[in-house]
């Protein structure tokens, strides 16, 4: 059974643990999920109503009117979908569109002082986007593993980034 992208990361957070809506929403948030997942307060309901009809997940049975208040489990054919679902996407082998790609392709349409500029600019996002993933981490620990997993790969290729960058323009060593 195929699941999208926000499908498997409501799913997933319930595998890791019985949640309801709102609970959902505060993870998603404290994780930065949002950032690598498009996955708004409005849809949450939405696929907790679509992986339930599905037998995918099933809640404790409070009243229906009270959404937030319903808790999820996973049935055992949602933790399989889970699973299944989290195996393809590790090892899709699709290509991500970058934006930077696009823009290092038209370099010929800039100056060289606007392109400095640029990767910069970008550093200085970088180096945030570094500390901010890093005090997320710290602040929530200690996480399950796929947490830690995602914290770790996205701070790889922060690193990363940062290192390629800091071979064009100065760097702090800070």
Known sequence: MELTATELTILGLITERPRHGYDLDQVIEQRGIRRWAEVGFSSIYYVLTKLEGRGLIESDGAQAGAKSRRVFHATAAGRHAA???AVTFIADQRTVVHPVLIGLANLSLISEEDYVDSLQRRLI????RI???TAAERSQAPLPRPAREVFS??????EAERSW???RVPVSNE
């Open 153 to 158: 790969y996205s701070l790889s290729l922060l």
């Open 165 to 167: 960058l800091a071979t």
């Open 131 to 133: 500390s901010a993933v």
């Open 83 to 85: 699973k299944e679902s």
């Open 125 to 128: 996002w970088i180096d945030e």
